[in-house]
């Protein structure tokens, strides 16, 4: 695989070319170069931007936290899974299901993975649309949590006006729900200690940029609107 400053080289003479972005142009360099014949079992990842944290969407630190790899790693370890011709739901299946990796983890790692190598655009899906992801953590037991999004009457007091659907779910653990313009919104629930837990969810297939901008205000401000309830009884 070429070095840096060659592989810089590489995509801007590709963007020149062809009129992809720099993310793009450099994700298909890259997916070209991992089918051209690597032989060892974790090919070199030639390059990561000085801003791939922001790019990926999750710090070094954080990601490393909780998966045990970072960003450099995971590129790595996914790479040698061809990953880049995979799915996003085959990426987030082999992470959890074969890698062991956290269900909601599993999902960031692919997202940042997939932006890394080009195969999204930070915010947007595989194939379109948008996706929102928000996360808290609150000084009360996951149980508590829980029960703010699976009781209605205590729902509607930091999200009124909305009638989601629970499609599924998992006491203490997730849910499947869907919104009243037939969005998706994924919700996960960790305990953190027996008074600290965080709710991670998200928000997909919005339409556009600019739904997915209202979608990170709304929800924050509803997260916020749900911690304040939850701390002041």
């Known amino acids: 695989m070429p070095k840096d400053k060659d592989l810089k080289r590489l995509v801007r003479r590709r963007m020149a070319k062809t009129g992809e ?5 450099r994700g298909n360099i890259m997916k070209e170069e991992t089918r051209s014949g690597d032989d060892s079992s974790l090919p070199e990842v030639p390059f990561l931007p000085d801003d791939h944290e922001t790019l990926a969407g999750m710090s070094d630190a954080a990601v490393r936290n909780a998966t045990g790899k970072d960003w450099l790693e995971w590129t790595r370890t996914l790479d040698a899974a061809d990953a ?4 996003h739901r085959d990426i987030a299946a082999h992470l959890h299901d074969d890698l062991d ?3 909601w983890w599993a ?3 692919t997202v940042g993975y997939e932006r890394l190598r080009g195969l999204r655009e930070p915010g947007q899906r595989r194939g379109g649309g948008y996706d929102v992801n928000k996360s808290k953590t609150m000084p009360v037991p996951v149980a508590d949590l829980y029960r703010a999004f699976d009781d209605e009457a205590l729902r509607d007091r930091w999200l009124p006006d909305v009638a989601l659907t629970i499609r599924s779910s998992t006491v203490n653990k997730s849910m499947r729900i869907r919104m009243p313009d037939d969005t998706p919104l994924d919700v996960y629930f960790t305990a953190k200690g027996e008074a600290k837990s965080t709710v991670s969810l998200q928000h997909r297939r919005l339409p556009d940029e600019r739904a997915a901008d ?5 929800w924050g401000g509803r997260l916020a609107a749900l911690a304040e ?5």
Not at 84 to 87: A, E, F, G, I, R
Not at 214 to 218: D, F, H, L, P, R
């Open 107 to 109: 999902q960031m790692v």
């Open 214 to 218: 209202e979608g990170k205000v709304y």
């Open 229 to 233: 309830l939850l701390t002041t009884e």
């Open 21 to 25: 972005s720099y993310t793009a142009a």
């Open 101 to 103: 990796v956290p269900a």
């Open 84 to 87: 880049v011709t995979m799915t």
